[in-house]
């Protein structure tokens, strides 16, 4: 099973900047498309942002395009995520995960221990 260890996260004040970063364990992790998800407190677990095998092809949702840049290195089998303008509702811990490239959703049922993010106000 493929390990996935986030990290990154921290205490940001709105208005500031944090790259979160996600390393997979296993010689295949260039073939999977990555996914970011978040989880607020009393939230479930929602789609931020995803990027193909090759590096080609990205997809955002709707209330991170423009501010956050996902990005991966096949060499070092991490996915980063560049979050820029952090507003306070980004608060969440966030998650790295294999995910469908045509659905965006998780291939597995498959989780790191996430990275917190805290943006105050």
């Known amino acids: 099973q493929v390990q996935l260890v986030e990290s990154g996260g921290g205490l940001v004040q709105a208005g500031g900047s944090l790259k979160l970063s996600c390393v997979a364990s296993g010689r295949t992790f260039r073939n999977y498309a990555m996914g970011w998800f978040r989880q607020a407190p009393g939230k479930e677990r929602e789609f931020v942002a995803a990027i193909d095998g090759s590096n080609a092809a990205v997809n955002y949702a709707g209330f991170v395009k423009g501010r956050f840049t996902i990005s991966r290195d096949n060499a070092k089998n991490t996915v980063y995520l560049q979050m820029n303008s952090l507003k306070p509702e980004d608060t969440a811990v966030y998650y790295c995960?294999?995910?469908?490239?045509?659905?965006?959703?998780?291939?597995?049922?498959?989780w790191g221990q996430g990275t917190q993010v805290t943006v105050s106000s």
């Open positions: 995960t294999a995910v469908s490239p045509t659905t965006m959703t998780p291939l597995f049922d498959n």
